[in-house]
């Protein structure tokens, strides 16, 4: 990270986002925003507030529904040159689009010998929790960290949503960039300034010694609400936010778990074939010996999400049951190898 | 075919003369009813009974009541999120749209669809769709297994399939419509077209804002009707339903029509201006409707107001029954996953083991 800190602001995560955009906006005219209702309607979610009067029509396009056309769009000018930052509504969207990022966006650099690269960002949030039901409620985010060729990003605090969005615009790849319904309003301190994270990068965000959460996006958030929680019953537990899905930061994670012997994944998207089934693999090839119990997963209920509110708290992963899980596995570990 | 002017206000039936009073009075009943449900909708939302999104069929009133009225109870009706109104006048229950909003067991999908997602095999409502273009490929789909079925006639049935005016620019629309008019399939694609997207105007998002003209580009009928006129829109998709059972000759119908307030009921609408909603107000079907009746003698003042009142206490049943439905049940989270049971089909909840030690 390049820092020249001086100050920080409390803002929300949607303020972040909004002032990052306005700010790469203003740096470079390459720049420009396409995507359902962010102009004249600011956004569904109002990330994009205000830009269009700021910008004009042509730096903060709206399109008509149609994903699919729209993000091939900004996928051809990106390959002249010019750095479109789509917004997609929701993740759930983008499986319309789909076509135009994993078999076009993706491939192009390498298909093409490095004689084209595509400098577009594909903004969207995914998330359940708000009774959406099934189809609008999903957390998608597997489906992009499988591609090589993409990147994907997934910050989960107001100054990464920051800087992390100023490197996906200043990448010359295409990055995924997820946000989440829950965090939009969530603040946090942001530092003044240029900000650029390194994409690749993992972060322990609460350190600890006696187990290892690792979590990303707004799991991150629910995983230290447990830690600190759990501090409060002596015990010592670290955070690790992945921040990258694609790159994965292997070493942190395993270094991580080197140290506390103990890893519990918390994830909101499906268990099976899920992010955490990717970190508990890299645990078990990186530092096996090193592990006291069994890597535990905390995900979601594979089920297409209902409507009902009672339903939907049971089928979404949450802090109890990270608690819950965290204890098992210390306690297993505690009779099992009596250290 | 002619265009109705956003810019001119115009609302009630150009007239109701040879229509049976019976049936007038039937209709009056049916746009009040969908008028107070929407209304109660939005207040159950305010008083958080009813969460997710929500999207009202406020201002859409006569088109509901005339497409609802055009088609038979053996045909087959698709439709978008906006759908509480099309679930209601295909003869289900309000107490099972509504508990459907309260997400309860009793709701038409068990409670796990909500607003967006209504649905009920027997009245042959095959969804809700909360994807825009969702229900598009499907009911063009339904339509290829009628034409399979069944041979052509005035006993055929045939597909309606409901779509927005926004809807019409995603790939699904165009595609499906090329395969309807290649196959020569049984199904009316109606737009109901209210002006607006989310805050998008029909004319910002398409090329050709004459939407009942992109017909022309899979050799389809292309027609044009008002949907404040509740009596021609009824006409226009019997006849569209007319040509699909008979020739089996797909039509796309075009109903222009107003929403009187936002995209969703948390939509404040800041985009449109004064104007504007003038205008939508203006062109509110129900109380024009109303008044026509009552000026041409088919209702008196007090009939007028003892329907909007039944109404109202019909929907205030529907809010007792939801409220006292019961939740779905924890244990059947998984019950409908499956039509074929399967082994190791996953059942943990977030948190449990994936598997014992073997
Ligand atoms: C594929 C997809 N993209 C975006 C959305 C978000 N969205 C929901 S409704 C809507 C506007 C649709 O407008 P229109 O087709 O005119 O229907 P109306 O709401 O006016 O009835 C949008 C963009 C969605 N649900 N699905
Ligand atoms: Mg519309």
């Known amino acids: 990270m390049t820092t020249e800190v ?22 470079d005219e390459k720049v420009f925003l396409i995507g359902e209702e ?42 002249l040159g010019m750095r479109p930052v789509v917004e997609i509504m929701t993740i759930n969207f983008s499986l319309i689009a789909i076509d135009q990022i994993v078999n076009h966006a993706a491939k192009m650099r390498s298909m093409f010998a490095g004689q084209v690269s595509i400098p577009l960002v594909i903004r969207m949030p995914g998330g359940g929790g708000q009774q959406l039901a099934a189809t609008h409620s999903q957390n998608l985010e597997v489906w992009y ?125 499906w268990l099976s074939y899920g992010i955490g089934a ?18 535990r997963r905390v995900a979601a209920a594979e089920v297409p999400l209902p409507y009902a509110k009672a339903l939907e708290k049971a089928a979404l992963p949450n802090a109890a049951d990270l608690a819950k899980v965290v204890r098992e596995v210390l306690n297993i570990s505690t009779t099992a190898n009596d250290k | 075919m002619a265009a109705k002017a956003r810019t001119r206000p115009k609302a009630g039936v150009e007239s109701t003369g040879g229509e049976p009073a019976e049936t007038l009075r039937d209709y009056y009943e049916r746009m009040s009813l969908v008028r107070a449900f929407e209304l109660r909708s939005s207040e159950m939302y305010a008083r958080a009974k009813i969460g997710g999104y929500c999207h009202l069929n406020l201002g859409e009133e006569a088109t509901v009541v005339g497409l609802t009225a055009a088609i038979e109870t053996r045909d087959y009706l698709f439709t978008g999120y906006r759908d509480h109104g099309y679930a209601l006048l295909r003869g289900l229950s309000p107490e099972r749209v509504m508990a459907e909003l309260f997400g309860k067991v009793t709701g038409v999908s068990g ?51 409901l779509l927005g005016d926004g809807t019409t620019n995603i790939g699904a629309f165009h595609e499906s419509l090329n395969l309807a008019g290649l196959w020569k399939l049984p199904i009316v694609y109606v737009i109901v077209n209210n002006g607006l997207g989310m805050g998008t105007t029909v004319e910002m998002a398409s090329a050709e804002p004459d939407l009942y003209k992109r017909a022309a580009s899979y050799r389809m009928p292309g027609v044009r009707v008002d949907g404040d006129d509740v009596l021609a829109v009824r006409d226009a998709a019997r006849d569209a339903l007319k040509q699909a059972r008979e020739s089996r000759q797909p039509v796309l119908l075009e109903v222009m ?50 329907i909007d009142e039944a109404a109202d206490v019909r929907v205030s049943e529907a809010v007792v029954f939801a409220e006292e439905s019961p939740e779905p049940a924890r244990e059947d989270l998984f019950k409908y996953v499956y039509a074929t049971p399967v082994a190791n089909a996953p059942s943990a909840l977030p948190g449990e083991p994936v598997m014992d030690a073997l």
């Open chain 1, 38 to 79: 962010i102009g004249v309607f600011e956004g569904s979610y109002k990330i994009t507030a205000g830009l269009l009067e700021d910008f004009g029509p042509e730096r903060v396009l709206d399109a008509p529904i149609a994903e699919e056309g729209f993000v091939g769009a900004a996928l051809g000018a990106a390959m």
């Open chain 2, 257 to 306: 029509c107003y929403r009187l307030r936002g995209h969703s009921v948390v939509d404040p609408a800041r985009y449109r201006s004064p104007e504007e909603t003038t205008i939508a107000q203006q062109s509110d079907p129900v109380p024009s409707f109303r008044a026509e009746l009552i000026a041409s003698g088919v209702l008196s003042e007090a009939d007028a107001a003892a």
């Open chain 1, 6 to 27: 001086a100050t920080t602001r409390t803002i929300t995560y949607r303020q972040a986002l909004n002032e990052t955009l306005r700010a790469e906006l203003e740096r």
């Open chain 2, 111 to 161: 409670g796990r669809g909500g607003s967006m997602h209504m649905f009920d095999s027997e009245a042959r409502l095959l969804g809700g769709y909360g994807i825009v273009g969702g229900q598009i490929p499907p009911a063009t789909g339904a339509a290829l297994a009628l034409k399979n079925q069944e041979t052509a006639g005035p006993d055929a049935a045939a597909v309606m399939c």
């Open chain 1, 278 to 295: 990717e970190i508990s693999a890299t645990i078990g090839e990186g530092v096996f010996d090193f592990l006291d119990a069994p890597v």
């Open chain 1, 145 to 269: 960290a499988h591609i090589p060729g993409l990147k994907v990003v997934a910050p989960s605090t107001p100054a990464d949503a920051k800087a992390l969005l100023t490197a996906a615009i200043r990448d010359d790849d295409p990055v995924i960039f997820l946000e989440n319904l829950s965090l939009y309003s969530a603040k946090g301190e942001v530092p003044d300034g240029e900000q650029v994270a390194e994409i690749g990068k993992a972060a322990v965000v609460k350190t600890g010694t006696d187990l290892t959460i690792v979590s990303y996006s707004r799991g991150t958030t629910t995983a230290l609400e447990v830690a600190h929680q759990l501090e409060a019953e002596g015990l010592s537990i670290e955070v690790v936010d992945l921040r990258s899905l694609r790159p994965l930061d292997r070493d942190t994670i395993c270094a991580s778990v080197k140290k506390t012997g103990h890893a519990v994944v918390f994830e909101d998207d």
